[in-house]
């Protein structure tokens, strides 16, 4: 891409203020007049959808159902597991006011289901028979932040959050990694993203949670991207909501609870980790619109007979095609595809006719190139595969290129100064994580799966070091 | 169905209670600790799911987007159109605290969203080619009811809500009929469920609307049930909100709006078209589980085997199957996926093994057949048509059996007090229409689009008739 989309700043004048202008232009989203709640609009929503049908299809595969609880949660209801209100009270829009009449027991809008989910259990779960319960919810929660960004930190955004009851802590544990890597597959094989896997430090895990496991992705500005969670309660919801299950061995037992969720937050890591300064530039699979078709000349004869025969075809092949038959310019139409990051611009002119050709414009590296249009199908069915795999490779490299070695707590500044992730080898106190995030604002991402020491000592306070940990700033 | 599921009472005995023993036992939904708000349960979600499924394709058809508006809207933007705020105001459920803080722009949960629409129509319409906007949005409403039951009238339900603009009223009218017509039509082709549809009358139509339109239904117990609406705005909203266009003409304009939706509701309308004394009832093209299979003295060798391998081809045929592998008795199975409504029940035992059969238990009328398992997949591609047909075909029998002409005000009280629709000669003037409901609680369901005049005077007042509207007492 040469020519700068003039209408955004470009990302390296301005980061913050480019994200915003290709969320606005590319139409993704809107404000409302309530802040901090924003309008997802047909271009946005339609990602989440595509999101939606990918993860949909792969919790029904291993077993979950969805269902559907209360937008509200009582307050007294929430109250029941101390560690979860005390994380979330600060955050919760709260209605008293039902009919005209003061409600008693005030109903918090809901920032997250672990209690509604937990209080229905309790209902229907008796026997081991009644094991696993695998549940899933697609829904908006509510959360009422100071400072708001679009997709990233919202007082309202969508999300699916999964609930699951189980007879053994080994077969909960095994839940919460088997959904990590669904989310993680769902990064490869749809959003073309690579994410670093882990394990989240008791500081930073969730309220209520045992353990907490995460999807870490790193932006084009260097800072790391929390891009979905999950969650190993143990019993502790369980014990605090009554929840006992009759085991085979005739003993009354507490189920082992997990849950985990993906947000349209997704929406803002496609949108850092792939956009350019002509705007958004989508990875095929995850494109609401596949094919953008430009007719060039499109009054003369036979134009546009072939560009509506192309999108018939194609369409038919099963890919997402927009045929703009609009009165506006070619140019014009250039700019708007790329500024909403379709991946794939066909352009179809009078010379193309007898040619039987046409030119194919690829979003991700700005190149052209004539095809035939015998076997176009087939042909647009490998570029897909092609760009989906240059843009995953191109974020892998950047990732790569930006995990540094922090040997001194100097180096540990530096890197997470400069951006990207430094990695620590850490005592595993607190007061050390502490430090640095004071000291650089920079948060520890994760314990990552992949554990290789390359010393120690804790570069923090010199004691032995026991893990090797991501610290990043973050969004 | 000769033999009475115990566990539910029977319809005839007490309907209402009958409603709710199927909602409960069905494992459609159960209650939650917050009054009227109930907990979509698999089933009954999935059911929901199809029914997306099936909408969500038509309106994309049709040219709509779907978006995400806020859940809750200001107060202040609820009291921009007079008629809209009267009517929903008693029913709000508000919000005025958020993050600890009194909110001083109190938020209403949303009870339906004409409101945020039009705010956000105003931004993004200037011009003619900005028209149509067609959106649609999935969610859930909240409505603060004070006697509640389940989908029927609920303190939150889900639903979709169309909200269009147009350039002209003609199209804005148009738009209303043609989703009046694919709610008709989802009720035909996927519910088994035939609809009346006509206008509301002036009392009866949707709060701001200036004309409103509906799908009624009658169920077993000869009440009617709203099952879906479409509404003419005319430009009220639009010049309320300040939505304006540059027309092709040169001169600023107001569009034309219409809002659409169904709802939950439409479980109701199944289980109460459908439900027997065993049960639910599902029409196979709606139904979750379209096949239950029972294996017969299943530790017999080969049993479970040709189970499984049924199951395995028939999915792959595109069916959805349940495979009952429990140690529970084929009774015990049998009632389970009747209580479920299941269209079909194949049992396979150890003498179909030999014989290459299998018995196919149909749920609609309770008879059982032997079938051969070569073409199986065509066989029961064509029970699912011929069942939907008799289903279908039943409701539409109870319907037309059930709507009587009342040409004295006495007449119209029988009918409408013995259960069904009253067809009555009305005069138009709400006095009348009041003194019915008055008499016998039943209310005008609709001006059906088929007219035919019986009689020239309102049986109420003695005026000249105008319309031929239906009455009845309704959920």
Not at 95 to 118: H, M, N, V, Y
Not at 221 to 240: N, R
């Amino acid at each position: 891409m040469d020519i700068k989309n003039k209408s955004i700043t470009s990302r390296d004048e301005d980061f913050a203020q480019w994200y915003t202008d290709v969320c606005k232009k590319a139409e993704l989203m809107d404000y409302s007049s309530v802040k901090g709640f924003i309008i997802y609009r047909p271009y946005g929503y339609a990602i989440w959808e595509q999101i939606q049908n990918y993860l949909d299809k792969e919790f029904k595969k291993t077993g979950h159902e969805n269902v559907y609880m209360p937008t509200v949660i009582p307050e007294s209801l929430m109250q029941k597991e101390k560690d979860h209100v005390e994380g979330f009270a600060p955050e919760c829009l709260i209605a008293d006011i039902g009919g005209g009449q003061p409600i008693q027991d005030k109903l918090i809008i809901r920032p997250t289901s672990e209690c509604l989910f937990t209080e229905h259990y309790a209902k229907i779960i008796n026997s081991y028979r009644d094991l696993p319960k695998l549940y899933n919810q697609w829904c908006s929660v509510v959360r009422w932040e100071k400072t708001t960004r679009p997709f990233l930190r919202g007082a309202e955004f969508l999300w699916q959050e999964g609930h699951t009851m189980h007879a053994t802590e080994q077969e909960a544990r095994q839940e919460t990694l088997r959904m990590l890597e669904i989310y993680d597959k769902c990064g490869k094989d749809l959003l073309a993203i690579p994410f670093v896997k882990g394990r989240k430090t008791e500081k930073e895990k969730f309220a209520g949670a045992l353990e907490t496991y995460s999807i870490e992705a790193l932006m084009h500005d260097g800072k790391a991207l929390q891009s979905g969670t999950t969650h190993y309660f143990g019993d502790g919801f369980a014990k605090a909501f009554g929840v006992q299950f009759l085991d085979k061995d005739g003993k009354i037992k507490n189920p082992h609870q997990t849950s985990w969720g993906v947000s349209t937050r997704l929406l803002g890591a496609i949108i850092m980790v792939h956009g350019d300064d002509n705007g958004l530039v989508l990875p095929p699979f995850v494109a609401p619109i596949q094919i953008a078709i430009v007719p060039i000349k499109m009054n003369e004869p036979g134009v546009l007979q072939k560009a509506r025969e192309l999108q018939k075809n194609l369409e038919s092949a099963g890919f997402r095609v927009k045929l703009d038959d609009s009165d506006k310019t070619p140019g014009w139409k250039f700019s708007e595809y790329e500024m909403k990051g379709v991946p794939i611009r066909i352009e179809v002119g009078p010379k193309d006719l007898a040619a039987n050709t046409c030119m194919i414009a690829k979003r991700n590296d700005g190149t052209k190139e004539r095809y035939s249009l015998d076997n176009l199908e087939e042909t647009i069915g490998k570029l897909f595969k092609q760009i989906h795999q240059e843009m995953y490779n191109a974020a892998l490299n950047n990732l790569l290129n930006n995990i540094h070695e922090g040997h001194t707590l100097e180096e540990v500044e530096q890197i997470v100064n400069k951006g990207g992730y430094a990695k620590m080898m850490w005592c595993g106190k607190q007061s050390c994580e502490d430090k640095i995030k004071e000291l650089t604002n920079a948060t520890a991402r994760c314990i990552p799966f992949d554990q290789i020491s390359f010393q120690d000592t804790c570069p923090v306070c010199g004691d032995k070091s026991k893990y090797l940990v991501l610290f990043a700033k973050a969004y």
